[in-house]
């Protein structure tokens, strides 16, 4: 520590441990919150398949669709209107685009087919509908 002494003159630093303890409580901050907000994602009850296998996921676009009729887009919740503009606009990004439709099992068939339809008709590489494994139980 130094001493401050007339002779010596105005010592002129900067403290920097406050900036230090504020900026590592702000980290743990966000470190707790992230996983509150990833699970804010619709709830699917996926139907199950006895065969299948898990495919890479570098480019896939996920279209959730809920039982109660909500639909999310990678996680982003939007009216299903607004399906085909959000899929343009993501399909602008990459090309050849996976999209990958999680159906909660009691959705209509035809709310399914009209996703696929659109993401087939905007120029998808490939479209698929996710299952999860049987167990056989």
């Not at 990678?74 to 685009?97: H, S, V």
Request: net charge positive; proline share 4%; aromatic share 4%.
């Amino acid at each position: 520590m130094r001493v401050h002494t007339i002779k010596s003159g105005i010592i002129a630093e900067m403290n920097m441990i406050p900036l230090i303890d504020i900026s590592l409580i702000l980290l743990i901050i966000f470190m707790v919150i992230t996983p509150f907000l990833v699970q804010s994602q619709i709830q699917v009850s996926l139907p199950k398949a006895s065969s299948g296998q898990k495919g890479a996921d570098e480019s896939v676009l996920k279209v959730q669709l809920g039982a109660d009729g909500s639909m999310a887009v990678d996680g982003k919740t939007m009216p299903f209107q607004r399906l085909e503009k959000e899929l343009i606009l993501r399909f602008a990004k990459a090309y050849n685009k996976t999209v990958l439709v999680e159906a909660d099992k009691s959705v209509p068939v035809q709310r399914v087919v009209t996703v696929l339809d659109i993401a087939k008709k905007l120029g998808a590489g490939k479209i698929g509908i996710a299952v999860k494994p049987d167990d056989g139980k």
